[in-house]
């Protein structure tokens, strides 16, 4: 009896924790370019292996309920392979997809496009939930948004001819 008391209790711990841990990154910059040009540029799945320094090959299509098929680099500088359903497409303003394993690991990823004075604000946003957040620490994925943020600008402005520098 002492032990099913026991099995409970270890039940329901690991059953809260899969469903309190919660971490998230931010990254965000305002690229001059229009909504449509970086609409552009994100939805070109076939180059993100020319530009984007996390998600080297990208399969789909950015369409609500779809799947998109994803190599990204590791932190060890490795590669895995990550499926997302598509949840929200929002033409020329937002992206939302889901992926994971509930009460393990998931992520809910958002791109969002706003315009801005100067240029669009193009914002990346991700919320992990499940037990595994509490051995695992995101804060590299944020760095490399920040480094995708600044490739998508190189890349828009290479689309725009624009030679102006890329640190804003």
Known sequence: MKWSVGVLVVVVVVVLAGLTGRKSVHAERII?????????VLTDTASYGEWNPIFVRATGRYEEEGTMHYQMKTADGGA?????RVKRVIHEREINQFGGMRGVLTFNHTWQLEPTAGGTRVTQRE???????????PAWVEQVYEEALVALEGRVRGRLGS???LDS
Not at 32 to 40: D, H, L, M, T
Not at 80 to 84: G, H, I, L, R
Not at 127 to 137: H, K, L, N, Q, T
């Open 80 to 84: 895995t392979e990550v499926d997302a």
């Open 32 to 40: 001059a370019g229009s909504p449509e040009a970086i609409w552009a």
């Open 163 to 165: 030679s102006a520098p």
């Open 127 to 137: 919320e992990y939930r499940g037990i595994g957040v509490w051995f695992w620490d």
